[in-house]
């Protein structure tokens, strides 16, 4: 199996720029979601889709922030007028729709807004 | 309160030492998912282990361990004849209900060092 990938690794913006980032899930996975981690913290959840369909969004998720699936295999987060608070590392995972459903995850998008 | 309680923020072990890593966790849900994922200094989160809520026996996977005291609410993860490889952070996850809908909620880690 390709493992899910990310894109970009890292990404170092200014404030106020907008961002977006690119998560391809494992190929059979119907499942997909997004997290954000700070530094020294566990990952916390933003937001989930099966298929293309957007079924749960955390608070953490501010109006900045929007996500999409359009076709059911790729997703992109995208974050607006970003500010410092938003430098955090974005994991993105998938699964497929079994007993476990084990999520998955790529290698992560470090952002830093300066 | 905490759903994911870690109370080890760092550990060092000798290498070739078992090593337990303490995880409670709370939720009035019967059905729930509990994991354990590994993060290496390069930052990519790595599945371990998996126990469900109804799984009557503890799981395994290879040098892995999962503890599951249901009735503590207690889910540890054992490794056994731990290794300089196994040097990283630590994380126990739940998942609620039967479904994926919420996501995981994760702890705030463990960071473990084996020492030769």
């Known amino acids: 199996d390709t493992g899910v990938s990310q894109d970009p690794r890292h990404k170092i913006t200014k404030r106020g720029q907008n961002v977006t980032f690119r998560c391809d899930p494992i190929s059979e996975h119907n499942r997909l979601y997004w997290y954000r981690q700070t530094l020294g913290q566990g990952p916390e959840f933003l937001t989930y889709?099966?298929?293309?369909?957007?079924?749960?969004k955390s608070r953490l998720l501010s109006d900045r922030f929007s996500a999409e699936r359009p076709k059911g295999s790729f997703s992109t987060l995208e974050i607006q007028r970003t500010e410092q608070g938003d430098s955090a590392m974005y994991l993105c995972?998938?699964?497929?729709?079994?007993?476990?459903?084990?999520?998955?995850f790529g290698p992560g998008t470090r952002l830093t807004v300066l | 309160a905490q759903k994911i309680t870690q109370t080890q923020p760092g550990m060092f072990v000798q290498e070739k030492e078992a090593v337990t890593l303490d995880c409670t966790y709370d939720?009035?849900?019967?059905?729930?998912?509990l994991f354990w994922y590994k993060q290496p200094s390069s930052g990519e989160m790595i599945f371990l282990i998996y126990q469900g809520s109804y799984d009557e026996q503890n799981a395994t996977e290879g040098r892995y361990s999962l503890n599951f005291q249901k009735a503590r609410k207690s889910a540890n993860l054992v490794i056994s004849a731990s290794q300089l490889g196994d040097s990283a952070m630590y994380f126990c996850?739940?998942?609620?209900?039967?479904?994926?809908?919420?996501?995981?909620?994760f702890g705030k880690g463990t960071h473990l060092i084996i020492q030769p």
């Open positions: 996850a739940m998942r609620e209900g039967p479904g994926g809908a919420d996501g995981l909620t």
């Open positions: 995972a998938s699964s497929r729709q079994v007993r476990t459903d084990t999520q998955y």
């Open positions: 939720t009035s849900d019967q059905s729930y998912g």
């Open positions: 889709f099966q298929n293309e369909a957007q079924l749960e």
